[in-house]
């Protein structure tokens, strides 16, 4: 059975939601309709390309393919067409259902925590404190395999940051050690503004 709910966001800004058990994904469509002419029509249509290849929290088609890439199957493209007198631009995403609703329950919140074995902690942990702007954790670890001594650095990322910090490893540490999990919920101080 398929089920309707309409949600008014704002002026102008519905979320409808059709609810139905036939399908295992989840489309999600987000557009504007806009009058056809004037001299800025052109431009309106290629907004859709041009914000698909990043956004404040996802810089560039790397982190927003990262991001993609953990939602397992999901794609977005862009949407340009003409209605009547109205032109439409947006996008349409497709994702597996548990995955979106999980996206929505933790509010797209979710963090990366990043654990680094490296002989460069000093140089990791100085760019992911002054270039990132994030905490770092130093915790003395003990190799099991030969007894050295080593430092390992925790630090809790956005995606984008995440992306940045992988980029930076692989330009300059690229033998360093790195396990990733995800993080849904933080507790505490932790600056989403970052700037301090």
């Known amino acids: 059975m398929q089920q309707v709910t309409r949600k008014k966001l704002g002026a102008g800004v519905n979320l409808t939601c059709v609810t139905t058990p036939k399908f ?63 032109l439409v631009i947006g996008f349409l995403g497709t994702y597996f259902n548990g ?13 990366k925590r990043v654990c680094i074995l490296s002989q460069h902690h000093e140089q990791l942990a100085d760019y992911i404190m002054h270039d990132l702007h994030r905490g770092v954790t130093l915790y003395e670890a003990k190799g099991g395999y030969d007894n050295s001594e080593k430092l390992e650095i925790v630090t809790i990322l956005a995606k984008n940051e995440y992306a940045q910090l992988m980029e930076y490893i692989r330009n300059n540490d690229p033998k360093a050690f790195v396990t990733v999990s995800t993080v849904s919920e933080v507790v505490g101080y932790w600056n989403s503004n970052k700037k301090r």
Do not use: H, M, N, W
């Not at 907004?47 to 977005?76: F, K």
């Open 24 to 86: 295992k994904r989840a489309v999600l469509r987000a557009a504007l309709l806009l009058p056809l002419g004037g001299p800025d029509a052109a431009l309106r249509a290629c907004l859709p390309q041009v914000l698909r290849r990043g956004t404040a929290q996802l810089p560039d088609l790397r982190a927003l393919g990262t991001t993609l890439d953990e939602l397992y199957g999901a794609r977005i493209e862009a949407i340009v067409r003409k209605e009547g007198e109205t």
């Open 99 to 111: 995955i979106v609703i999980d996206s929505f329950i933790s509010g797209f919140s979710r963090r």
